[in-house]
């Protein structure tokens, strides 16, 4: 059974009276352990796939089957718990708490799902260990580089034992040496944690540090293909 299975998803907005068809049929599947780029220029579907993907959307019709289980049919808390449990989200902002240690950072998903305090700074000391953090835990935001608010938020996104992540051009903010520290290191917790991740970018560079690049175009996918030339951080 696939993680992700997608059956022919539409997403359609309305714009005043006008449709406008951001997913227009949509049919994919990805393994557990895959490790794959979307592609796609601004206005190409990538984003709305995305957030479909995190549900924070709902497709206007198709099928969504997470892990076997039907989107569709899932209850609001239901939702939230897979939102918390199952994905774990890094965006290009980093969306860190200013004032907050990067400990607390990445202790924040456990809050909600009423982890003790002790088991929560285990964790989170394991995870910033993981993304090559330690010794920096009670650093603030702006106290550390880009690339390590970026790790900060990839540990964030660990942290609650999540089987896949999804990064939304997360290197978008940083500069090229950093990005392939980020790329790098995503590419370590794929090989080495099996975690899966599906990452959104438009940089061709970036992408090919994933093993399958998936192309979206005017809310289609027209390519789907293995990446033969990997780069390996």
């Known amino acids: 059974m696939a993680l992700i299975e997608l059956r022919d998803i539409h997403k359609t907005y309305s714009l005043g009276e006008i449709p406008v068809h951001a997913l227009r049929g949509i049919s994919l599947d990805i393994g557990r352990g895959e490790f794959v780029a979307v592609m796609g220029a601004s206005g190409s579907g990538k984003s709305t796939l995305m957030n479909i993907l ?3 959307d709902t497709p206007s019709r198709g ?6 289980r039907d989107v ?5 808390d239901d939702l939230a718990r897979t939102r918390n449990q199952t994905i774990g989200f890094v965006f290009q902002g980093f969306n860190l708490l200013a004032r907050t240690t990067a400990l607390e950072n990445v202790e924040l998903p ?3 799902g009423g982890i003790g305090l002790r088991e929560r700074h285990r964790r989170a000391k394991e995870a910033l260990r993981l993304v090559g953090l330690e010794g920096r835990e009670h650093h603030q935001p702006h106290q550390l580089s880009g690339g390590q608010q970026q ?3 990839i540990a964030r996104a660990l942290v609650g034992g999540a089987p896949l992540i999804l990064a939304d051009e997360p290197t978008g903010n940083l500069d090229s040496a950093t990005s392939e520290e980020i790329m790098s290191l995503f590419q370590s917790l794929n090989d ?3 975690i899966t991740i599906i990452l959104v970018t438009h940089e061709p560079d970036m992408a090919l540090y994933a093993k399958r690049i998936v192309t979206v175009r005017d809310g289609l996918i027209v ?3 293995p990446v033969r030339k990997r780069k390996v951080g």
């Open 54 to 56: 995190g549900c924070l």
């Open 63 to 68: 099928e969504y089957h997470l892990e076997g």
């Open 72 to 76: 569709a049919r899932l209850s609001g």
């Open 110 to 112: 456990m809050l909600y």
């Open 151 to 153: 790790r900060v938020a």
């Open 192 to 194: 080495g944690e099996g």
């Open 223 to 225: 390519d789907d293909e």
